[in-house]
């Protein structure tokens, strides 16, 4: 029994230097020597003395046993993994020991349950298989570096000590995920927390469930050269927090290439990718990718902080999500000079690119915002087919094509929030634009410095406009109130009405200001439009040059075609696989 091998525990809690073989050896030992002494000095005096002697050789038991190794399994039988050597001294003193240049600590968990802290790859394997069965948290050591591709199973919980990652293997044949974490149904959760995960995988983590499942990821940093930093799919619940993602692709090399064209064989193009499950995101930031930032498809998300930036297609695209994003920042990638339009009417410049967005919600997303913060894309800052949206002290600034554009959209508000207005500031084309809407409301708003762009830059059905707000082709409602629109290059406020009745739009308390070569505010094609602008306030010489247009100014009049949104419809349609294969073969 002595030369019972050690069994390897990794639970939670406190660094102890103890063996629970060696504690139960000794206390089996221990009782058997008082029943022993109890039985045959009972009644004797001495009996305390004998007692003390039991322990004393117990004692000695126990340094026996931890020179020889010696160990249990959770059932309490004896194993022998060790072959019988013996294991080198803690030659530091500080609770670790060397074993084959391992370092393990000996953390203690539920239950007073003691085991080791892995530290490669075999080990790593091995706990996490055991530990569906025992309940014990998997812990990677600090500073230790793995390399291997790993499952967690369902319910267990694995997390990364300072330091801690674990890579894809220098074999570039490998395409697992790093981490395959598989959801757990029922009342667990699957938990990975406190890694660095470096990947040239097709997925850096793929989380998967079956019908549903819960999963935890946090305090993560994944850092991908290839595929896609985070994959998910099928969840009940998936909770992400003080996560980053990270692509790899600088500003500059992003701005050098086509991100239409990125190739997840070879470079990292989606950071973090959720398909049909719940979410909640809490301090993620994703950068650095050539396609797009993040992709949610089909879910319910609730999303509190967090940056998205510098990724070449979009920031964040959404399709048949419902989407609660609160305190976001997406940043794009301006090009300087690349803008479709310079600060002339006369001169074009055209981005010879696909179409860019901060962020695209499609597919009829329902789509709630507040404080999100839009900067510095090359073409759309948020734009939305169809659905709904409402926008609580929205922010965009400096975006080549549109601040927002919403196409076919039932229901679409725009508000400021706690006395501030909704932000709308040096972009281009237009502060908002939308076509053929439902229902318009827009309250407590302030567009600026809207410059000269373009729609279908360079062909026949070009559209060039520096429009404050346009609203063309309404089918319901339209409330625009409290509104400063200053300084835009062709109109701030144009309604084409597309031959419906005024009786249906609600003027008040609009402002606007502009210089001379710029009108203020004009409604066509409209019945019923007698004193339509009573509650526009306009400053000359605006009042001046409204009262001289002369047959109308060209709105947009069309929607975008599919094909100028991100591509998603494949991953809505296939799940991940749509993008990359997250079990493709060993």
Same mark, same amino acid.
């Given at each position: 029994?002595?030369?019972?091998?050690?069994?390897?525990?990794?639970?939670?809690?406190?660094?102890? *230097?103890?063996?629970?073989?060696?504690?139960?050896?000794?206390?089996?030992?221990?009782?058997?020597?008082?029943?022993?002494?109890?039985?045959?000095?009972?009644?004797?005096? $001495?009996?305390?003395?004998?007692?003390?002697?039991?322990?004393?050789?117990?004692?000695?038991?126990?340094?026996?046993?931890?020179?020889?190794?010696?160990?249990?399994?959770?059932?309490?039988?004896?194993?022998?993994?060790?072959?019988?050597?013996?294991?080198?001294?803690?030659?530091?003193? !500080?609770?670790?020991?060397?074993?084959?240049?391992?370092?393990?600590?000996?953390?203690?968990?539920?239950?007073?349950?003691?085991?080791?802290?892995?530290?490669?790859?075999?080990? %790593?394997?091995?706990?996490?298989?055991?530990?569906?069965?025992?309940?014990?948290?998997?812990?990677?050591?600090?500073?230790?570096?793995?390399?291997?591709?790993?499952?967690?199973?369902?319910?267990?919980?694995?997390?990364?000590?300072?330091?801690?990652?674990?890579?894809?293997?220098?074999?570039?044949?490998?395409?697992?995920?790093?981490?395959?974490?598989?959801?757990?149904?029922?009342?667990?959760?699957?938990?990975?927390?406190?890694?660095?995960?470096?990947?040239?995988?097709?997925?850096?983590?793929?989380?998967?469930?079956? *019908?549903?499942?819960?999963?935890?990821?946090?305090?993560?940093?994944?850092?991908?050269?290839?595929?896609?930093?985070?994959?998910?799919?099928?969840?009940?619940?998936?909770? %992400?927090?003080?996560?980053?993602?990270?692509?790899?692709?600088?500003?500059?090399?992003?701005?050098?290439?086509?991100?239409?064209?990125?190739?997840?064989?070879?470079?990292?193009?989606?950071?973090?990718?959720?398909?049909?499950? !719940?979410?909640?995101?809490?301090?993620?930031?994703?950068?650095?990718?050539?396609?797009?930032?993040?992709?949610?498809?089909? !879910?319910?998300?609730?999303?509190?902080?967090?940056?998205?930036?510098?990724?070449?297609?979009?920031?964040?695209?959404?399709?048949?999500?419902?989407?609660?994003?609160?305190?976001?920042?997406?940043?794009?990638?301006?090009?300087?000079?690349?803008?479709?339009?310079?600060?002339?009417?006369?001169?074009?410049?055209?981005?010879?690119?696909?179409?860019? #967005?901060?962020?695209?919600?499609?597919?009829?997303?329902?789509?709630?915002?507040?404080?999100?913060?839009?900067?510095?894309?090359?073409?759309?800052?948020?734009?939305?087919?169809?659905?709904?949206?409402?926008?609580?002290?929205?922010?965009?600034?400096?975006?080549?094509?549109?601040?927002?554009?919403?196409?076919?959209?039932?229901?679409?508000?725009?508000?400021?929030?706690?006395?501030?207005?909704?932000?709308?500031?040096?972009?281009? #084309?237009?502060?908002?634009?939308?076509?053929?809407?439902?229902?318009?409301?827009?309250?407590?708003? *302030?567009?600026?410095?809207?410059?000269?762009?373009?729609?279908?830059?360079?062909?026949?059905?070009?559209?060039?406009?520096?429009?404050?707000?346009?609203?063309?082709?309404?089918?319901?409602?339209?409330?625009?109130?409290?509104?400063?629109? *200053?300084?835009?290059?062709?109109?701030?406020?144009?309604?084409?009405?597309?031959?419906?009745?005024?009786?249906?739009?609600?003027?008040?308390?609009?402002?606007?200001?502009?210089?001379?070569?710029?009108?203020?505010?004009?409604?066509?094609?409209?019945? !019923?439009?007698?004193?339509?602008?009573?509650?526009?306030?306009?400053?000359?010489?605006?009042?001046?040059?409204?009262?001289?247009?002369?047959?109308?100014?060209?709105?947009?009049?069309?929607?975008?075609?599919?094909?100028? #949104?991100? $591509?998603?419809?494949?991953?809505?349609?296939?799940?991940?696989?749509?993008?990359?294969?997250?079990?493709?073969?060993?």
């Amino acid at each position: 029994e002595a030369r019972a091998g050690e069994d390897l525990i990794v639970t939670t809690g406190r660094t102890k *230097s103890a063996r629970r073989g060696s504690s139960a050896a000794s206390r089996g030992f221990l009782d058997r020597s008082d029943r022993a002494g109890q039985h045959e000095f009972a009644g004797q005096a $001495a009996e305390v003395g004998m007692m003390q002697r039991g322990i004393g050789i117990g004692l000695a038991c126990l340094a026996a046993v931890w020179v020889l190794r010696c160990g249990v399994n959770l059932d309490g039988s004896l194993q022998d993994v060790g072959g019988g050597d013996t294991a080198a001294p803690d030659a530091g003193g !500080d609770g670790h020991r060397e074993t084959d240049g391992t370092l393990a600590d000996l953390p203690e968990g539920p239950d007073g349950l003691v085991g080791l802290t892995v530290c490669n790859q075999g080990d %790593l394997e091995t706990a996490l298989r055991d530990a569906q069965a025992t309940g014990a948290e998997v812990v990677v050591g600090a500073g230790c570096v793995i390399e291997g591709t790993f499952t967690v199973p369902a319910g267990v919980s694995l997390r990364g000590e300072a330091g801690a990652v674990l890579a894809t293997p220098a074999d570039e044949r490998v395409r697992r995920p790093v981490l395959t974490v598989q959801a757990a149904e029922g009342t667990g959760t699957t938990s990975v927390v406190g890694l660095t995960i470096r990947s040239s995988s097709n997925y850096g983590v793929a989380v998967r469930g079956a *019908s549903g499942g819960q999963a935890q990821l946090k305090d993560l940093v994944v850092e991908a050269t290839r595929g896609v930093g985070v994959g998910a799919e099928n969840l009940d619940a998936l909770e %992400l927090t003080n996560v980053a993602l990270d692509g790899g692709h600088t500003a500059g090399e992003l701005r050098r290439s086509d991100p239409s064209s990125a190739d997840p064989a070879s470079e990292a193009t989606h950071g973090l990718v959720i398909v049909r499950g !719940d979410a909640t995101i809490e301090r993620v930031t994703i950068r650095g990718f050539a396609s797009i930032g993040v992709v949610m498809i089909d !879910d319910d998300i609730a999303w509190s902080g967090g940056v998205v930036e510098d990724n070449g297609l979009a920031g964040l695209v959404t399709h048949g999500a419902r989407v609660q994003v609160t305190g976001v920042a997406v940043r794009g990638l301006r090009m300087p000079g690349a803008f479709p339009i310079e600060t002339t009417y006369g001169e074009t410049r055209s981005w010879s690119g696909p179409v860019t #967005f901060g962020a695209a919600f499609l597919g009829g997303s329902t789509v709630q915002t507040t404080g999100l913060v839009v900067e510095r894309g090359l073409d759309f800052g948020v734009a939305q087919e169809g659905g709904e949206a409402t926008h609580d002290g929205l922010t965009v600034r400096e975006c080549g094509a549109a601040a927002v554009w919403a196409q076919g959209i039932r229901s679409f508000t725009l508000r400021g929030t706690a006395g501030a207005p909704a932000l709308l500031e040096d972009n281009r #084309f237009a502060g908002v634009a939308l076509i053929e809407p439902s229902a318009v409301a827009i309250a407590d708003l *302030s567009v600026a410095g809207t410059g000269w762009g373009c729609q279908a830059c360079g062909t026949l059905e070009e559209v060039r406009a520096g429009d404050g707000i346009q609203v063309a082709l309404p089918k319901g409602a339209v409330t625009i109130q409290r509104a400063e629109l *200053s300084n835009n290059a062709r109109i701030g406020l144009l309604l084409d009405m597309g031959g419906i009745s005024m009786s249906s739009v609600d003027l008040a308390e609009i402002t606007v200001a502009g210089g001379e070569r710029s009108y203020g505010a004009y409604a066509q094609n409209a019945v !019923d439009d007698a004193g339509w602008d009573e509650g526009i306030s306009r400053t000359e010489p605006l009042a001046f040059n409204d009262r001289g247009i002369d047959g109308g100014i060209l709105a947009v009049g069309r929607p975008l075609p599919a094909k100028a #949104f991100p $591509a998603v419809s494949r991953i809505a349609r296939e799940g991940l696989i749509g993008i990359m294969d997250p079990d493709p073969p060993h």
